[in-house]
Every structure is written in C-alpha cells, then in structure tokens.
C-alpha cells in the first residue's frame, strides 16, 4: 500500500474587523462589571481570562498540520491513530471535503480532517480496504454556530 501524505491548516483563518474586537471588550468588560456589582468577584475574573484568551486565539495565525495514511494507520503531526483504534469514518465532499475519524479517545472522539476533492475518493479506498467501518458523520452544531458568530 502506498501512503498518502497532504498538509492543511489546523483551522480555517478568519478575518476579524476592529469591529469583532471591540464588541468583545464590551461584553467582557460589562458581564465583569455586573458580576463585581453583584459581588462575584470569581465569575468577573473568569469573564476577563476568558475573554483575554479569545482574543489571543482571535489573532494566532494557524498551523499547517501534516497527515498521512499509511500501512499503520492515520498519521497526524507525530500521533500515529492505529485502524484498529479507528471506530470509523466519513468523507464529506459535498460542501467543503472533509475527513471525519471517530477513534476510541474520551475527550474529543470525532477528528475533522481537511482533505482536497482530488484525495476525497483514494482516501475512501484506503480506508475501506482497511475494514474501517463506514458511518455519516456530520459536523456538529456548535461549529456552525461558532463559525455565524466569527470564532
């Protein structure tokens, strides 16, 4: 068997406006203030970090993350997913090609994987000829919610 290898970004870039920024200082700055008013002094120091770390990833650039499919399994950066540990898959082609892997973690099971159009069907093939099981599996709601609110 041969292996495949592409690369991708490890999520999809967003350009925010000044505008994004300011709307999160907003509601980061008031949801602290009425909880310091309301004397909560723990859920205002939340707001703050968590609205600090939003920004932070707000600007990171992506990385480019390697993948390869291989005679042992599916290669992501240096973990290495064994077919065994692969509970099944799923190419999605019709609107923005995407591999989805459902492996044996606890925290996070489903992988989404950017693939090309040109990868999709030998991607198939090879996983399929692994006796990888084959099950529709979608993009969960919370990511389209957070992709119509700009995260």
């Known amino acids: 068997m041969e292996k495949l290898e592409w690369s991708a970004l490890e999520y999809e870039e967003k350009t ?3 505008d994004w920024f300011w709307a999160l200082g907003i509601i980061v700055v008031t949801s602290s ?14 707001f703050l970090l968590s609205g ?15 993948y390869e499919l291989n005679n042992r399994g599916l290669k992501i950066r240096t973990q290495l997913y064994p077919y065994e540990n692969i509970k099944s898959f799923w190419v999605q082609v019709d609107t923005k090609p995407i591999l989805f892997v459902k492996t044996e973690r606890l925290f996070m099971p489903v992988i989404s994987i950017p693939i090309d159009n040109i990868n999709a069907e030998y991607i198939h093939s090879l996983l399929s000829n692994k006796d990888v ?7 969960h709601p919370s990511i389209k ?3 119509s609110l700009g995260f």
């Open 52 to 66: 600090g770390l939003l920004g932070f990833f707000a600007i990171k650039k992506p990385e480019i993350i390697s």
């Open 145 to 147: 919610i957070m992709d």
């Open 33 to 46: 203030a009425a909880s310091i008013i309301f004397g909560n002094y723990f859920l205002a120091a939340l």
């Open 16 to 18: 925010r406006g000044k």
């Open 133 to 139: 099981p084959e099950e529709e599996i979608k993009e």
